[in-house]
């Protein structure tokens, strides 16, 4: 699948769809989580108020349509597919740029946390239907924590290795993924921490489709 450069650029064009797609609806997930038992202390928030409380009465019927936790769920199933789409997206740019010494490290360590974020979001959101199952969700928020931590880091080393390599924009939101988890949890809920990534890889993936800046993403030896 990822041999063929019809295949790649399909791949490239989902993850800039997806980046998109997890843009707008990673916030409906955030509003159905307010109407949550356990989500409605995230209100308490001053930012997440100031745009989830009117966003949320001007979206009211996107939001109640059925009981808080289907819709909490509903919504959460949607982030398998953004996972899935950059995962794809940065194995295609991997095997594109043929990297060596520390990049071809912090390849493995980013690959290796979306494949497991991606296995911990079906785990999370497709295991369960209609209500909230508790002891599933501490069992896989435990499991998810490492997951994330690896993700976040893994996404934030690779980001300034390919800084150093002359990628920029996509590099930037690689390598202030981190950073930026305290700025986007104090805003929306937990699970938009990825859109760095999915817009990082959705960025190269556009690239990929439209067989633009070719040179970008080769690797760049470094300069001594």
Known sequence: MFESREAQRRIGRLA????????????????????????KADLDLPLT????EPAGDAL??????????????TYGKLWLPVFVAFTLCAF?????????GVEKWAWRVALTGY????????????????????????VVFLASVPIMLLTMLGSSFLGIVLLRRGLRLPAWLLAFTFPLVLVITAITSLGNVVLPIAFAFGILGR???LAEQEPELQTTPVAA
């Open 115 to 138: 494949t497991l974020a991606c296995v911990a979001v079906a785990a999370e959101y497709w295991a369960q239907w209609g209500a909230m199952n508790d002891g599933l969700l501490e």
């Open 49 to 52: 108020a100031f745009w989830a």
């Open 92 to 100: 295609v740019v991997r095997r594109r740029r043929q990297p060596v």
């Open 207 to 209: 690239r990929v489709a």
């Open 16 to 39: 800039w769809v997806m980046a998109w797609v997890a843009l707008v609806v990673g916030q409906l997930h955030a509003l159905a989580r307010h109407q949550t038992e356990d989500g």
């Open 60 to 73: 009211r019927p996107l939001l109640d349509w059925a009981s808080p936790d289907a819709v909490y769920l």
